[in-house]
């Protein structure tokens, strides 16, 4: 028998009559406009395959997320890719979640991911492990360029004032300008400029050798010269309170006896650091260690701790406010000894450099950048200390009878 439908009516074994049913979809039209769709039937079975008389389920008319008309995959859970680790759903054995092995962690196992060793990153697929790039402060980077520039600039100048002081050694105004302890105090500024090549050379035990030789031997000259100078005024106007006797040791020779005891303690200390701790090279991970791993790099630098700076720095300090204490103590002397007061004015000045630079260069991290810091403050106090050597030219000395 056929019904009204065109179809056969018939009856199961329970008398019933087979379902007959329309699959609808909720879709959004191009018009976004949602609604249900007719997408195809149920009779008695569901066939899946394309029906032109939509009797059946049509899959091509199945619309999905972003209107992708691809079938979703009938799976609880997906193979994860390269990286991820699979985290099991609890209570169900046979699903995961897969989580991607985040920072320097890398894919050890199908569910578990493991820290990198401190030297090491995260690979491209994070299946693995592989060394940090190391670098270190080259010559063509902008933090060196500009201090070599002002160095060379720095080292011409003074080497041109040595040649011109060797040539006109024994006229009038280089002899009153006190030759011996210029010559000493031109020593320090140029080792103060030349120090910038060392800091910027690639480190290793030679170069870290004589970064901790000269760090701060350029300033100990510098500063050492300037005690004697204004020690030597302050004994000379004492003495002539007292009577008119020349005090002992104002002599060029004891000046640089004197100048040389200062500078060999500087010395001394040193050498006692190399025996302490000799000098070696280290990779420093931990300054440029970002979030992102494939930014991570490895810094090669001198092994040189804030404490060991400290003490290396410190004695120039120490020699500086000895020399800022008796420029304080010859300021009041006459207008014709013109030599103390522009060292006073030095050392001031020189103190409140001291006081910015310490908190700016401890108060950061250390990077390539900050070994520069240090040359900063060597051409400020150079150009003091060039300053000096102008009012130096015009010394008036004192005779005693």
């Known amino acids: 028998m056929v019904g009204s439908a065109g179809t056969p009516v018939v009856f199961n074994e329970n008398g019933d009559a087979p379902g007959r049913y329309d699959i609808f979809q909720y879709q959004i039209s191009n018009r976004s406009i949602a609604e249900y769709r007719v997408i195809g039937s149920w009779t008695n079975k569901l066939h899946l395959k394309f029906a032109p008389r939509k009797r059946f389920l049509q899959v091509e008319a199945m619309r999905w997320k972003m209107g992708d008309p691809s079938l979703p995959a009938s799976v609880c859970s997906v193979p994860c890719r390269a990286g991820e680790r699979k985290k099991v759903v609890k209570g169900v054995p046979c699903c995961w979640h897969c989580e991607r092995c985040e920072g320097y962690h890398y894919q050890a196992s199908e569910f578990t991911c493991e820290l990198c060793p401190y030297e090491m990153r995260p690979d491209v697929n994070r299946t693995g492990c592989v060394a940090i790039p190391i670098i270190k402060l080259e010559w063509h980077s902008p ?7 002002i160095s060379m600039l720095g080292i011409i100048a003074t080497s041109f004032v040595i040649v011109t002081f060797v040539r006109y050694n024994d006229t009038p ?13 031109l020593t320090g500024i140029f080792l103060c400029y030349a120090i910038t090549f060392l800091m910027i050379a690639t480190p290793d035990v030679g170069v870290c050798s004589f970064r901790r030789i000269f760090l701060g031997l350029g300033m100990c000259f510098s500063y050492a010269a300037l005690l004697t100078k204004t020690n030597r005024i302050h004994r000379i106007f004492e003495q002539g ?23 060999s303690v500087q010395l001394m ?32 630098k001198c092994d040189i701790s804030d404490l060991s700076l400290i003490c290396s720095l410190g004695y120039s300090i120490l020699l500086m406010v000895t020399c800022t204490v008796y ?37 950061t991290s250390q990077s390539a950048e900050r070994r520069m810091e240090i040359d900063q403050l060597s051409w400020g106090l150079i150009r003091e200390q060039a300053a000096i050597k102008a009012a130096d030219a015009q010394e008036v000395e004192l005779v005693f009878p």
């Open 143 to 149: 933090w060196a360029i500009f201090p070599v520039f």
């Open 269 to 300: 200390g040193v050498f006692v650091w190399f025996a302490v701790d000799p000098p070696h090279t280290m990779v420093d991970y931990g300054e440029q260690r970002t979030q992102d791993p494939t930014s991570a790099r490895g810094v090669l």
């Open 327 to 363: 420029a304080i103590k010859t300021r009041g002397v006459p207008e014709t000894f013109n030599e103390a007061k522009p060292i006073g004015f030095t050392m001031y000045t020189t103190c409140i450099i001291w006081l910015a630079f310490i908190p700016i260069f401890f108060g």
């Open 241 to 263: 309170k007292k009577s008119v006797t020349a005090p002992r040791f104002i002599s060029p020779a004891s000046q640089l006896v004197i100048t040389f005891s200062l500078i």
């Open 173 to 185: 105004i280089v002899r009153a300008s006190g030759r011996e302890m210029s010559y000493v105090l």
